[in-house]
């Protein structure tokens, strides 16, 4: 398997390399199983890590009803949140950091405890959060046109891109995490609207099954680290240009823009 | 159009309702109906209604979602009228009293003073708002599939039928309307779900719409009315035994169940 891995970790890092999508793995390898596509994924961070870089945390994807449909999943799936990936409030993202992003607003928790499944609940995930704040993610995937099936996506660190955490941190007891209301706007626009439980109904039970899965695989969730728990409305392409913010019930706003170079 | 003739299709409408009998869609016989026309039967239909006693709680707004304006290939939304007899009154509505009832969360606003347009903004509708609170509105288109052209719902009082109201009041200063997150549940399950920003961007932006485009008619909000400014979800069908719950951020919620 390592070899497997090595091999379409080394394919996805051509889509940086050469600035333009690749084929979906699951056409050169309809067989592949979501486990061999963890481990392509895997291998790609450790390989980061051991260039220097720092886990800062993970994320959630496929958190919507609407996108395990389309995608054909009955659960999410994970990427980890590297250094490289942090964009600062209102800062800009140059194009040549991106292949195809696209943006959506969602809240991010930042734990104060370790945890450690398999038997997580949202209570305990609420309970060993320090604070939560408002995200954009920048999604984006080293498949041409988004032309992904589930494992393409896990390989590939869940089409992970940059994110910013924006707002003000508030403590996970100031507020009900599933009815936080949320506007996400392009260029000054409303682009569409959500709200905290359309994250698999809590965004706190978005938490808890990811340190459930980690357990699995004898990683876990330390503190200090970021989880972005999925998001709220459905993403929005982005081109040079673009600036993009999100307002969010209790939490504030969050901010970012495209520029070319 | 004639005055004769907006009555009579009032009366068509009124029947369907009090008959919970679904009709033919007004705009078969008479496909040359205006958006206008469509308020004119309306208002014959208020009169009726009027005439036979009810009182008005307020106008409510329809067709205030993107979505639903761009389906029905609307700029702007639609209004209609509640009346003392729709809202109802305890936690169970019965199916009988239906045609083919949705199910929208929404939030309300009671008026604290009179709004007159043109030119009223949501910053001036805040100002004059008393209270803000949930509330769930069930629609029941009275024709044939829940299907229609605009002047057809605009006749038809907008689908209007039945209020539920939440029990907590709120100060709409207390809180950033457009950002409330709703759920809408039934047996438990989230059926939708939206932030108060679906309602054309701010739902005191929906009243002050509301306000200038009755204005255009020479009328205006008054003090004590209470208006509901449009779903905040999508319109969920309701079946009998359907445990209905709403839960609106910092608004508490609202529940009621559907009998036979």
Not at chain 1, 89 to 111: D, K, M, T, Y
Request: hydrophobic share 45%; glycine share 8%.
């Amino acid at each position: 398997m390592t070899d497997k891995a090595n091999k379409y970790a080394l394919h996805l890092k051509q889509a940086l390399e050469n600035r333009r999508g690749v084929e979906p793995i699951t056409k050169l390898d309809p067989a592949i199983t979501i486990a061999e596509a963890y481990q392509v994924q895997l291998l790609t961070v450790d390989k980061k890590v051991k260039a220097g870089h720092r886990i800062v945390g993970k994320k959630i994807g496929l958190t919507s009803e609407a996108m395990q449909q389309l995608l054909k999943v009955d659960q999410p799936d994970y990427g980890h949140l590297l250094d490289d990936m942090i964009v600062e409030n209102g800062g800009s993202i140059p194009f040549s950091r991106v292949l195809q992003p696209r943006v959506e607003a969602e809240i991010a928790f930042v734990l104060k405890r370790d945890l450690i499944g398999p038997r997580v609940t949202a209570l305990d995930v609420l309970l060993a959060t320090d604070y939560v704040l408002p995200a954009l993610e920048i999604v984006d995937s080293r498949i041409a046109d988004w032309k992904i099936k589930l494992q393409d996506t896990v390989a590939d660190n869940a089409s992970s891109g940059l994110f910013v955490l924006g707002g003000k941190p508030v403590k996970p007891d100031a507020i009900d995490l599933p009815q936080v209301g949320m506007v996400l706007y392009k260029n000054g626009e409303i682009m569409n609207t959500g709200v905290g439980a359309a994250t698999l109904g809590d965004p706190a039970a978005c938490v808890a099954w990811l340190a459930n899965q980690l357990f699995e695989f004898g990683i876990p969730l330390k503190a200090g680290e970021v989880i972005l728990s999925g998001a709220l409305s459905a993403a929005v392409n982005a081109q040079p240009g673009d600036h993009f913010h999100a307002r969010l019930a209790h939490l504030g706003e969050v901010q970012v823009h495209f520029v070319a170079e | 159009m004639d005055r004769t003739v907006a009555k009579q299709i009032a009366r068509y409408l009124v029947s369907a309702e009090e008959d919970r009998q679904e009709v033919s869609r007004i705009t078969l016989e008479h496909p040359e109906l205006s958006v206008e026309d469509g308020y004119q039967i309306q208002e014959e239909l208020v009169l009726i209604k009027l005439e036979a006693g009810y009182e008005i709680v307020g106008p409510k707004m329809g067709l205030t979602s993107q979505a639903k304006m761009k389906q029905m290939n609307v700029n702007e939304p639609i209004y209609g009228y509640v009346f003392n007899y729709m809202v109802a009154t305890g936690q169970e509505i019965s199916m009988r009293d239906f045609i083919h009832p949705k199910v929208e969360a929404e939030i309300a606003f009671v008026l604290g003073k009179d709004i007159e347009g043109p030119g009223v903004t949501g910053a001036q509708v805040l100002a004059a708002t008393e209270y803000v609170l949930p509330a769930l509105e069930i629609i029941d288109s009275r024709y044939e599939n829940f299907q229609f052209t605009l002047p057809d719902v605009i006749a038809d009082n907008a689908s209007s039928s039945k209020v539920v109201f939440g029990t907590k009041l709120g100060r709409p200063n207390d809180f950033e309307l457009d950002l409330v997150g709703v759920t809408l549940s039934i047996n438990g399950k989230i059926k939708d779900l939206g932030a108060g920003a679906a309602v054309v961007g701010h739902p005191a932006h929906s009243v002050a719409m509301l306000a200038n485009m009755l204005a255009r008619k020479g009328l205006k909000l008054k003090a004590g009315q209470t208006i509901l400014t449009g779903g905040i979800t999508g319109a969920v069908m309701l079946h009998v035994g359907d445990a209905v719950s709403a839960k609106f951020d910092g608004l508490g919620t609202v529940d009621f169940r559907v009998t036979e």
